[in-house]
């Protein structure tokens, strides 16, 4: 993204984004910038001081950046857990034995959810049963 300084024919100045160069001159040429005081569409870039960033500033925006991907990554398995669960017949402490009913034919397949513990867990794998933990996410244990 780059940030121009602009004015209008009026003398009004203001900032815009643009993805590219060619960005803002297609969107100028069509019309579509406009000055936000007085409506005016005849718009140019004015002189910049080029933007040099220090290795703290570098290192905030990076931060900024991960928290809203670690927000949208943390939303998208949020509901993918809320999906598993509405789902799922949650089965408690009785998970690995329905989990083996399940894989050995002795019951119906349905999606599964319970509580195993680890050597539980690590003995239905190794029988070829598919398990999967669902992820404890930020917020869920305050």
Request: glycine share 8%; with cysteine.
């Amino acid at each position: 993204m780059i940030r121009y300084s602009l004015s209008c024919d009026q003398g009004h100045g203001f900032d815009a984004w643009f993805s590219s160069s060619a960005d803002f001159d297609r969107q100028a040429e069509a019309g579509y910038v406009s000055c936000p005081h007085c409506g005016s569409s005849a718009v140019a870039k004015q002189l910049m001081a080029p933007t040099v960033a220090t290795a703290r500033e570098r290192e905030a925006r990076q931060a900024v950046a991960m928290d809203a991907q670690r927000g949208e990554m943390i939303a998208k398995l949020r509901e993918m857990v809320k999906t598993v669960r509405e789902n799922s017949e949650d089965v408690g402490e009785r998970f690995p034995e329905e989990a083996r009913k399940i894989h050995y034919g002795e019951s119906d397949p349905r999606g599964l959810i319970g509580r195993a513990s680890p050597d539980e867990a690590r003995a239905l794998i190794d029988e070829g049963i598919e398990i999967a933990p669902l992820p404890v996410l930020p917020d869920d244990v305050n």
